[in-house]
C-alpha cells in the first residue's frame, strides 16, 4: 500500500515535471505535429526518474504496490495534463493487467520486475480489424509447435489494430486464438515477423502512439502463454475489467475538469454586457454548474468503486467498473463541450486549450469498451438482480438511502431514493412486457441505472464527508456543504431523467396501455419526482458562488 505521503509526493513531482516539460506551448506543437513525445513519456516510467509505473507494481516485483485508489488520483493528474500522454504512459499498465491477474509466479517476476526495473514500455494488444467490440471474433491465431510430443512454442499469425503504444513499445501482450481458445502471449519488439504500421493520423489524443500491428509466423516460446494454460485469454481481460474501466473513467473525470478548470477562470476575466460571464446565470447554470455535479457524482461512484476494488473481497467489480466508465467519460466529454461554448470565439481555436481536450477526450467513450459497450453490460448484469430479487434490488437501494436521509437530510438522499424507485419500477414494467427483446430499451436501461446508481454514491459521499470519513485519498475539493449541494442538484437530474425517460421507453415499446397509465405515473412517483426540484436554482446559485469562490451570495440576473 502505498502511504498518502508517497502519492502526494509522486503526484507533485508528476505535475512539477508536467509544467517543467510540458507546457500548453509545447503540447499544442505536438498535437500539430501528431508526435508522441517518446523521451517524455519514457522519463516517466523510467524508475530513476518519475518512475510512475513503479506505483503499480506489487513490492514483491520492486514497486510501491498501489492499488485501485492510488491509479485513480495518478489518472486524473495525467489526464489533467494530456490524455494523450497519459494513455501512452497508462498503455504499460493496461499491457501488464493480463500479467497482473493471469500468469504463472515465474512469468510475473520476469516481466513485473522488467517493468518496475528497467521501465519497459508495454503495449495491449486485443483488437483487431474485425474484432472491437467483439473480441469473441478474433482471428489472430497461435498454432502450437510440438516436438517430442511437448508444446514448445507456438506460431503467432494476425493482425491488430488501434493499439496504443503500438510502434513504441518493448513489449506486447498479443490475444490470439490457439486450438483451446484465446489466450494471451508476450511479444517482444523485433520479434522477426512482427511489425507495426505508420502511427494512425488521429482525432485526438494526437501525442499517443496509436498503431496497427501485423504478425506473420511470429514465434514465441511456451513460456510466453500467460498462466500457462490455453483458452484463458477472454476470462483473464474479463478479470481486469473492474480495474482499468476505473482507470479509463478517472480520465474522463480529469479532463472533464481540466476543461472546465480553463471555462471557469476565463468567465471571471470575460466581460460581456457590462459584467463577467461567470456573474450571469444564464451562463454559469447551462456551462459550469450542471457539468461539476456530473463530474462529481462520477467521481462519487470512482472512488466507492476503487474503494471496493482496494478493500478486494468482491470479486472483479466489472459493472460497477462499466457505471464509472460510462458516467465519467460522458460527462468528461460534455464538460469539455460546454467548456469550448463557455469561451465562445476563443474556445473554437486552438490557442485556448478546450477544443484539443474536447478532441482528447472523445477517445474515453471508445476504448476500454465503447458507451454503448457499456450500457449494455451495466443493463444485463442489474437485470439479473432485478429478477433474482423478484424486484426489490432497487427498492433495497432507496430504502437505505431513505434511512440516510433520516441522519442527513440535507446530502439529497430523500431525491436519490426517488429516484431508484423509479427505476424498480420501469425494469418491473420491462420484466412484465418483455421489453428487454427490445435492444434500445436494454440499452437505455443501462443509462437510467448508471444515474440513479451514481445519484446514490453521490448522496453517501456528501454524508461521508460530513462526519468526516471520506477515505484519506479522496478528493477535497468540495467542503460538506458544497458537495451535498452538488449531490441534491444531480439527485434532481437522476431523479428526473429515469422517471420520465423510464416512463417514455416502457411507452414507447407497449409496456403500459392507456388504462394503466396513471397507476405508472403513480408507480413512479412522478408528482414527488416533479416536486423534488423545488430549489433547485437555489441550490445551483449556491454552487456557482462555490465554484467561484464568491464569498457573498449574489443575484445573478444579468443578461
Ligand atoms: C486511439 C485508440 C486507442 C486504442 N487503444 C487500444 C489498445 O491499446 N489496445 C486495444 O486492444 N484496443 C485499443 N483500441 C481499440 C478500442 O478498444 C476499440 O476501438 C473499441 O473497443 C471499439 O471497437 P471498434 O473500433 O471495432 O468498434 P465497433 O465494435 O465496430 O463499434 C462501432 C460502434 O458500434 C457500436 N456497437 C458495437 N457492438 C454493438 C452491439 N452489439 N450492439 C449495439 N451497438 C454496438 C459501438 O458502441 C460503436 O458505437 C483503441 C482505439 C483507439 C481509437
Not at 273 to 285: D, I, M, N, R
Not at 306 to 311: F, G, H
Not at 335 to 358: C, N, P
Amino acid at each position: 500500500m502505498i502511504s498518502k505521503k508517497t502519492l502526494n509526493l509522486s503526484l507533485k513531482s508528476l505535475k512539477d515535471f508536467a509544467k517543467k516539460r510540458l507546457p500548453d506551448e509545447t503540447l499544442q506543437e505536438l498535437d500539430a505535429r501528431d508526435e508522441c513525445p517518446v523521451e517524455v513519456v519514457r522519463h516517466m516510467c523510467s524508475p530513476d526518474k518519475l518512475g510512475i509505473q513503479l506505483l503499480f507494481i506489487p513490492e514483491e516485483y520492486g514497486g510501491f504496490g498501489g492499488g485501485a485508489f492510488d491509479v485513480y488520483c495518478v489518472c486524473e493528474e495525467m489526464a489533467r495534463i494530456d490524455l494523450g500522454v497519459a494513455t501512452s504512459v497508462l498503455a504499460t499498465m493496461l499491457g501488464s493487467d493480463p500479467i497482473r491477474v493471469g500468469a504463472t509466479p515465474e512469468q510475473k517476476k520476469l516481466w513485473l520486475t522488467r517493468i518496475a526495473e528497467e521501465g519497459i514500455l508495454f503495449a495491449y494488444g486485443a483488437t483487431e480489424p474485425d474484432a472491437g467490440s467483439d473480441l469473441g471474433a478474433l482471428q489472430s491465431t497461435a498454432d502450437r509447435v510440438m516436438q517430442d510430443g511437448k508444446i514448445v512454442g507456438y506460431k503467432i499469425n494476425g493482425s491488430k489494430q488501434w493499439i496504443s503504444n503500438g510502434g513504441i513499445a518493448d513489449a506486447y501482450s498479443i490475444l490470439a486464438n490457439t486450438p483451446s481458445g484465446p489466450s494471451w502471449f508476450i511479444v517482444e519488439k523485433g520479434a522477426p515477423g512482427f511489425k507495426h504500421d505508420e502511427p494512425e493520423d488521429k482525432h485526438g489524443i494526437r501525442l499517443s502512439n496509436t498503431a496497427a500491428l501485423s504478425l506473420t509466423d511470429v514465434y514465441v516460446d511456451a513460456d510466453r502463454l500467460l498462466g500457462g494454460v490455453e483458452g484463458q485469454g477472454l476470462l483473464q481481460a474479463q478479470e481486469v475489467f473492474g480495474y482499468t474501466r476505473v482507470m479509463v473513467a478517472t480520465f474522463g473525470l480529469g479532463a472533464g475538469w481540466a476543461a472546465l478548470d480553463r471555462a471557469i477562470p476565463y468567465s471571471t476575466k470575460r466581460i460581456q454586457a457590462g459584467s463577467p460571464l461567470s456573474e450571469k446565470q444564464g451562463y454559469t447554470h447551462k456551462l459550469i454548474v450542471p457539468n461539476v455535479a456530473r463530474l462529481e457524482a462520477a467521481r462519487a461512484y470512482i472512488e466507492e468503486t476503487a474503494e471496493r476494488i482496494d478493500a478486494g473481497s468482491e470479486g472483479s467489480l466489472n459493472t460497477e467498473g462499466a457505471i464509472a466508465k460510462y458516467m465519467a467519460t460522458e460527462a468528461g466529454n460534455l464538460a469539455a463541450d460546454a467548456s469550448i461554448q463557455a469561451l465562445g470565439g476563443y474556445g473554437y481555436t486552438h490557442e485556448y486549450m478546450v477544443e484539443k481536450i474536447r478532441r482528447d477526450v472523445r477517445i474515453t467513450m471508445i476504448y476500454e469498451g465503447t458507451s454503448e459497450i457499456m450500457e449494455m453490460t451495466i443493463s444485463r448484469d442489474r437485470w439479473q438482480l432485478h429478477l433474482k430479487t423478484r424486484g426489490q434490488y432497487y427498492h433495497d437501494q432507496a430504502r437505505q438511502l431513505e434511512a440516510l436521509h433520516a441522519r442527513h437530510p440535507n446530502v439529497g438522499a430523500d431525491v436519490a431514493a426517488l429516484s431508484l424507485h423509479a427505476l424498480a419500477e420501469v425494469m418491473e414494467r420491462a420484466r412484465l412486457g418483455r421489453l428487454t427483446r427490445y435492444q434500445h430499451i436494454l440499452f437505455r436501461l443501462g443509462e437510467l441505472i448508471a444515474f440513479a446508481e451514481c445519484a446514490g454514491s453521490l448522496s453517501r459521499r456528501a454524508a461521508r464527508q460530513a462526519e468526516g470519513r471520506l477515505h484519506e485519498k479522496a478528493s477535497q475539493r468540495f467542503d460538506p456543504m458544497a458537495l451535498a449541494a452538488l449531490a441534491r442538484v444531480f439527485a434532481r437530474e437522476a431523479a428526473l431523467k429515469v422517471g420520465e425517460q423510464g416512463l417514455r421507453w416502457v411507452s414507447a415499446a407497449g409496456g403500459v396501455t392507456d388504462a394503466d397509465m396513471a397507476a405508472f405515473e403513480a408507480a413512479l412517483g412522478l408528482p414527488a419526482i416533479h416536486r423534488a426540484q423545488a430549489g433547485l436554482i437555489s441550490d445551483m446559485d449556491y454552487i456557482a458562488d462555490v465554484v467561484y469562490s464568491r464569498d457573498v451570495k449574489q443575484v445573478r440576473r444579468s443578461a
